[in-house]
T-cell receptor, first 113, second 117 residues
Framework: KAGVTQTPRYLIKTRGQQVTLSCSPI?????VSWYQQTPGQGLQFLFE???????NKGNFPGRFSGRQFSNSRSEMNVSTLELGDSALYLC????????????FGPGTRLLVL | AQKITQTQPGMFVQEKEAVTLDCTYD???????LFWYKQPSSGEMIFLIY??????QNATEGRYSLNFQKARKSANLVISASQLGDSAMYFC??????????????FGKGTTLSVSS
């Protein structure tokens, strides 16, 4: 079975721009979660989507949004980019049962200049 | 609030030696799950092992075992017979119950493991 894939792997943007990241979960997985990893804050939960609905949300501003499609693929969008948004964005998938293991993709490294 | 603490920023071990990576947690939930992930320099988070709070036996997966001491709220990862490929950052994580459904993970700060020959 193919693992979680994320595109693009690397991105460079400038302040004020917006960016869209994509995540394709493991086949059969219906839950997709997004995490932000920075040296200062570590790994932080952004949001989780299940069956095209946002099921959980972390403590991030409204500039961070996401969506999930009927094939379970997910996108996250960051508008009005700030320097502090530079991070590794990780996507994880699971079948969607509470507490089960999440499997991560390789991440997208975003650099905001 | 739930919290994961990893007190070892870095650990150094020689090949074939065993190493223990520490993790303590804080939660008021009776039912919870603990995970360990490995993150090589490439960035991908690789799932290693899981321990449920009601599991009576310590989890094991190949060279990985979890030393679960519920009363002490610790869930240390033991890697036996270290290999050069084990050099990476290791994260302890806990399932956080935000509502009745869904799962979010909270992570510790991580421990960098360096294995030398």
């Amino acid at each position: 079975k193919a693992g979680v894939t994320q595109t693009p792997r690397y991105l460079i943007k400038t302040r004020g721009q917006q960016v869209t990241l994509s995540c394709s979960p493991i086949s059969g997985h219906r839950s997709v979660s997004w995490y932000q990893q920075t040296p200062g804050q570590g790994l932080q939960f952004l949001f989780e989507y299940f069956s095209e609905t946002q099921r959980n949300k972390g403590n991030f501003p409204g500039r961070f949004s996401g969506r999930q499609f009927s094939n379970s693929r997910s996108e996250m969008n960051v508008s009005t980019l700030e320097l502090g948004d530079s991070a590794l964005y990780l996507c994880a998938s699971s079948q969607g049962l509470v507490g089960e293991t999440q499997y991560f993709g390789p991440g997208t490294r975003l650099l905001v200049l | 609030a739930q919290k994961i603490t990893q007190t070892q920023p870095g650990m150094f071990v020689q090949e074939k030696e065993a190493v223990t990576l520490d993790c303590t947690y804080d939660t008021s939930d009776q039912s919870y799950g603990l995970f360990w992930y490995k993150q090589p320099s490439s960035g991908e988070m690789i799932f290693l092992i899981y321990q449920g709070s009601y599991d009576e036996q310590n989890a094991t997966e190949g060279r990985y075992s979890l030393n679960f001491q519920k009363a002490r709220k610790s869930a240390n990862l033991v890697i036996s017979a270290s290999q050069l490929g084990d050099s990476a950052m290791y994260f302890c994580a806990m399932r956080e119950c935000l509502n009745q459904a869904g799962t979010a993970l909270i992570f510790g700060k991580g421990t960098t493991l360096s294995v030398s020959s």
